[in-house]
């Protein structure tokens, strides 16, 4: 059955006396009806419909759904602090009131991705009686390793472009037309090097926080600390439904949140992944086309989510394993019961003659460890003034798969190719990424990317790993973002390497400079070194190839 959608906005002040203002899309019948809500910063009418079904859908379905601004955004009044502990009591005060909203039933579920998955787990952590079950998408259990940082590395690209549209959201809140006008205009093509003392000024005073961002750099510290979601505060009798995407930068976050959940957690936990970027969510990531299989299934999943635990129906959800992910490459969704699954770990070894930089058939992956012990190393020069340039994966925009022959040809990028592959290799969880590696300067990063090179030549990223280093001379190990992929017999795995990727994260040395001076021109030489005594490694988490269960898919069907 579905309904007529009635739309409204309505408002309430919080426990501090700020307006808060939401759109209730309420169905046309008798009701009652339970609620979902959703808390966001963006503009309460685009309600997240990059990813998701416009919320009428929803209602028309039997929902009443509640779209909020946050303090601070949209029309609500206060301000806003990403992040900040007035997201905890307004969570809480949003779902008790919406609660009691007319026709409500007193149950209350939430849903949205990113920061709308942190609201989430923010008014979670306060117990609001009426909340029964939540759907947080690629948000982070920790921010500083989930969200901002990468291996200490800050992810320069997806925090800058983001800090710059809040502000210039800010600014339009203000009435500062000029200010809106120059953040606007940078959110577009941001200033990635430096920041020009103009627009770093209108940062400072509408969006300071990007500078704690940057700033901010110790993972332990009380700036952190203080705003990371309280997992052990949540109930464990909540049930989640948690949603993720192979090439989206806050997978990490993802991924842990999931696994402290289920292993505190006695209600379901459930794991979605699919190969996405952060948005949108369909069969397209970068320019790889992974096929129908692969389009968006999460409203059809929530559905039943939320049909399940609010209307007490027997949608069939649970009778799944609780692990459903998006298999690239064959192109189809696996069920297993964890994240990730057992894997028989599979080992490759650097080998090369020294020109590993210079000729792409100098570096091999074999799977016999090195036995000489005093090889040629391989040497990469990083030069700041023409790093490295970032491509896809899940820390780049745009994200996803692309072809990346003319990275590979570079002299600063470290190549190594397996011998083409005699039968299919599944991976399933983080490739780890063992190296020794000598540094001209004590402080310096490393990049790292599988991809997987066609029988037609053609050379696609998989899965890549960043970190940055203090140290002269270090064994490093660097993992690589979870990924489930299948390679196909005949097609070859390749391992590139560089010192960096800009501007997903800064130039190395470079700091991303705030004050609007040049860059410092650091150069920085790396030298890569795999014998017997310190054999360099790529592990890999192989899996057995199993037949794909001729079964629907969880949240693949319409309702």
Known sequence: MTYSVRVETRSFQNHSGIRLDADVYTPEGDGPFPVLVM???????????????????????????VIQDVAGRGSSSGDFEPFGSQE??????????????????????????????????????????????????????????????????????????????????????????SA???????AQ????????????????RYAPFYFDWHNQTDPEGGYWRSRNPKLESIAPELPMLHVGGWFDPYLRGTLALYQKMQSTSTAAQLL??????????????????????AQNPIDALQLRWFDHWLKGIDTGLLNNPPVSVFAMGDNTWRSYAAWPPTASPTSFYLESNG?????????????????????????????????????????ALPAGVFERSHLDSRTDVLTYTTALLETPLHLCGSAALTLTVASSHPQFDLAATLAQITPEGQIENLTQGYGHYNAISQTIELALQDCCVVIPAGHQLRLSVSGASFPAYPVPLS?????????????ITLQVTSSAATPAQLQLPHIAMVAVPDTEVTGTSDP
């Open 39 to 65: 808390r966001q910063p963006y503009g309460r009418a685009i309600a997240s419909t990059v990813v998701y079904a416009h919320p009428r859908w929803y209602a028309a379905h039997g929902y009443i759904v």
């Open 180 to 186: 809106f006008q120059r953040l606007r205009a940078a």
């Open 88 to 177: 905890i009591a307004d969570g809480y005060d949003t779902v008790q009131w919406a609660a009691h909203l007319p026709k409500s039933d007193g149950q209350v579920g939430m849903y949205g991705f990113s920061y709308q998955g942190m609201t989430q787990l923010y008014a979670a952590q306060a117990h609001p009686s009426a909340l029964k079950a939540i759907c947080p998408a690629m948000a982070a259990a920790d921010l500083y390793s989930g969200w901002f940082y990468e291996n200490r590395a800050f992810c320069l690209q997806v925090n800058l472009t983001w800090a710059l549209q809040l502000g210039a959201e800010t600014a339009r809140r203000y009435h500062d037309e």
């Open 511 to 523: 700091h991303h400079r705030l004050d609007g001076n040049p860059l410092p021109a650091h150069v």
């Open 355 to 395: 020109l590993a930089s210079t000729r792409e058939d100098a570096g091999h992956l074999k799977r016999e460890s090195p036995t000489g012990n005093d090889p040629i190393p391989d040497v990469l020069v990083h030069d700041p003034w023409r790093p490295v340039p970032s491509l896809g994966g899940h820390a």
């Open 189 to 204: 093509q941001p200033p990635f090097e430096h920041l020009p003392e103009t627009l770093h000024n209108d940062l400072q």
């Open 272 to 293: 979605l992944i699919g190969p996405w970027g952060h948005l949108p969510w369909g069969r397209y990531a970068g320019s790889k086309d992974f096929g129908p299989a």
